[in-house]
């Protein structure tokens, strides 16, 4: 949920910076409005400033300078409106998404309460401190050759690493020896 709304304000921030820019581009732009038809593999330009008139005043070669100052006013003026519409329902998902989050409700009641109960959704990091806490469970009934200490006090079993079908090393559960081999746990189960 964090990385959600990391990903929202970063986009609230580039949209914020992207009107500020249309803002000054806004400057003053001449009356009217360009309308374009292609036809024949050819563009015209229209200048339409009167309401009501379809058709415009059609902007000759020698006149195309300010064609692309009409083209900049319509997409300065889209632009600010969907972006102004846009930045205010990212504004209102994050603030729904930062007061009512279901994920965070855990964390906020006090480590007393926290051990009485189990969280519905748990937690990258809870369900990194389970893995670390759960002990490795051994077979009774099947003689292991567990020689090796590792650094979190668990024997383990020697073999090399990436062979075996049980080589598997748990995070933060390096084994005290260096080089080629390696000492793998038995894996041990997924806290639940």
Request: proline share 6%.
């Amino acid at each position: 949920m964090n990385e959600i709304l990391k990903s929202m304000k970063d986009r609230e921030t580039v949209l914020k910076k992207a009107i500020e820019r249309a803002k000054k581009d806004k400057g003053p732009f001449p009356k009217g409005h360009l309308r374009i038809s292609a036809s024949n593999n050819r563009v015209r330009y229209y200048l339409m400033t009167k309401p009501g008139d379809s058709s415009g005043d059609y902007i000759k070669k020698g006149s195309r300078s300010i064609v692309p100052k009409f083209a900049l006013k319509d997409y300065n003026q889209r632009f600010l409106k969907d972006a102004k519409e846009k930045l205010a329902r990212l504004d209102q998902a994050i603030s729904l998404l930062s007061a009512s989050n279901a994920d965070l409700t855990y964390h906020k009641l006090s480590t007393y309460r926290q051990e009485l109960i189990t969280p519905y959704i748990i937690t990258d990091e809870l369900y990194a401190q389970k893995w670390q806490s759960a002990r490795i469970k051994t077979n009774p009934f099947l003689l292991e050759n567990l020689v090796y200490e590792t650094e979190r006090g668990e024997m383990v079993r020697l073999c090399k690493m990436g062979t075996g079908p049980d080589c598997t090393v748990q995070v933060g559960d390096r084994p005290k020896l260096h080089g080629a081999i390696w000492a793998c746990p038995q894996p041990a189960p997924l806290p639940v």
